[in-house]
């Protein structure tokens, strides 16, 4: 059984920061793309940001490319968000995934993941 588990999301002042992380258990996630996505009130969940561990590619939706930064701890299993200069628009709940994908590129890494974290709320006031 594969376990993600979200935590650091929070109420932020907007152009303020946050980074989340995503503990993975389980299985061995050496090789498993991970990414984040988010669901805002009312809308279908998107794509935010992806990292493959082979040759530390990384992929980024246009809404966070300039402030978001996804990084990883292999050792911990460990997969971080750093978002930078938050904007209301950006409040969701922010889901980990992953799964072991094999394909390579953009539009590899945005569609849906077999294995979902529980999410967390981020909530940016104007």
């Known amino acids: 059984q594969v376990q993600l588990v979200e935590s650091g999301g929070g109420l932020v002042q907007a152009g303020g920061f946050l980074r989340l992380s995503c503990a993975a258990s389980?299985?061995?996630?050496?090789?498993?793309?991970m990414a984040w996505f988010r669901q805002a009130s009312g809308n279908e969940r998107e794509f935010v940001a992806a990292?493959?561990?082979?040759?530390?590619?990384?992929y980024y939706a246009d809404s966070g490319k300039g402030r978001f930064t996804i990084s990883g701890d292999n050792a911990k299993n460990t997969v971080y968000l750093q978002m930078n200069s938050l904007k209301p628009e950006d409040t969701a709940v922010y889901y980990c995934?992953?799964?072991?994908?094999?394909?390579?590129?953009?539009?590899?890494?945005?569609?849906?993941?077999?294995?979902w974290g529980q999410g967390t709320q981020v909530t940016v006031s104007s």
């Open positions: 990292i493959s561990w082979s040759g530390g590619r990384t």
């Open positions: 389980g299985r061995t996630f050496s090789r498993y793309p």
């Open positions: 995934a992953a799964d072991p994908r094999n394909c390579s590129g953009y539009g590899c890494y945005v569609l849906p993941y077999d294995y």
